[in-house]
């Protein structure tokens, strides 16, 4: 397939190139061991934020690098979790003193990788807390499988723990915020193509054109189920049927939405299925605080969208509405 | 039998060898169970390996050994870096500073790597990972190192069972890793782990004899 890249093989540092290029005034860019950093790294007294998973998800996390978000994003090769040097690296650039969290998507190799990083960081007399992000509806979580994977809850993580972060408060309160996010938010995704990885050269599964994948990941792995396609209003009652099946709503709560494309989806198509998640939140009285709509957390070039719910109090109403600049996210400033 | 320094040399490149030339047959059974990417990841790690290998002239099989992990820990990524790290790490303690290790000294050590992985990954046989194949071979070998049989006179039965074990992934229903998000549509395809941990236990046989 066509890709706008030079050699697959350098595709990451390639990409970490001209972030830095286009973003100079916020982020800065350190290779072998590759990570971003916010240009104001270490900034005192604050706990610093590190995030980090496999490329291709962009703008996660490199994007939510800045003031009010992530001090450092760890970017893997495309669709493979980063290796413990970048995050311990990364964590002495950025570490003031005041502490670290890592906030790690729940996939196996990611889980690992930061365990093996705080372990080298903590050795060197560094605090690190971690807080696990496992929202995708998808999976059960069982003890027969990996558990539920990571996806757009990690967003509304970033951005909570990032403004809690940047108000000074201490290690063990960034953690706990970060936790009710993660305990209180819920993504389900859809796929209608799937998408290739520079360094493989074809696609990573195969739907006919008819069909679309329910339940999809991010890293261009197959779903839970795959049917026959449907218009959008019914696909998304689909995917919110099973995110309120798993955090059931009541009239009078608030929630932040996410209506997010994987990367190949026009804004058209996402602000249509936008339009169906509000009337059904509407029709049961819920609140939408704040909806963000368009490509916040990637898979390539997939076609596909995905919805995530984070139900909200005011502790999370203000910390979300808390400023952030970023070269993906911007308010407040 | 004793191994020295060059043979576990001869045995990362022989490993390396057959990640390189299935490339693309690991990747397409991760694509089928998992993200497509545990042959790409294995290949990068061992180039890394090797390169690094021949930087630093190792003087003792440990040292080859804690190259190769190390290597293969920061280049690799996702889950096989730490779980084919640590395999090269724990043999590498086991090891220390012998020039030479003995059949025992072997088994040992590949029994400490296969704790591990189990330590890491938390994974039982039937979870349809390296597991599956890891452990039946490690427990082969210990049997009949310890009835004082030699590694060379019993590679071929190694080999077949770890091509056996790998094989019998195939029908389970995975429960753990990216494979296990697919439930019952993992079931039918061979694991790539279990695959590329076959290539691990064939390049330690193969290794014995080429000099």
Redesign the interface.
Known sequence: MKKLINKPEDVVKEMLEGMAAAHPDLIKVHFEPNFIYRTDAPVKGKVALISGGGSGHEPLHGGYVGKGMLDAACPGNVFTSPTPDQMYEAGKVVDSGAGILFIVKNYTGDVMNFDMAADLLRAEGYNVESVVIADDVAVEQSLYSAGRRGVGGTVFAEKIGGAAAEKGWPLEEVKRVVQKVADNVRSIGIALTPCTVPAAGKPTFELEEDEFEFGIGIHGEPGRKRLKMKPADEIVQMMMDAILKDMPLEKGDEVALLVNGMGGTPLMELYIVNRKVSQILDGIGVKRYKTLVGDYITSLEMQGASVTVLKLDDELKELLDAPVHTPALRWGI | MMYDTEYFIRFVNIFAKYLAENKEYL?QLD???????HG??MD?GAKAALDRLSSINPKTPGEVMRTVGMAL???????????YGTVFMRMSIAFRNNDKIDDKGLVSALEQALLGIKG??KAEVGDKTMVDVWEPVVNFLKENIENGRTLPEICADVVALAEERMKATIPL??????A????E?SIGHQDPGATSSYYFFKSLCEAIGGE
């Open positions: 990747t694509a089928a169970i998992g993200d497509g990417d790409i990841n990068r820990l920061s280049s690799v990524g996702g889950a096989a870096g730490p779980l890491l990954g229903q995975a429960r753990k890793g990216r296990s998000y697919l439930g549509r």
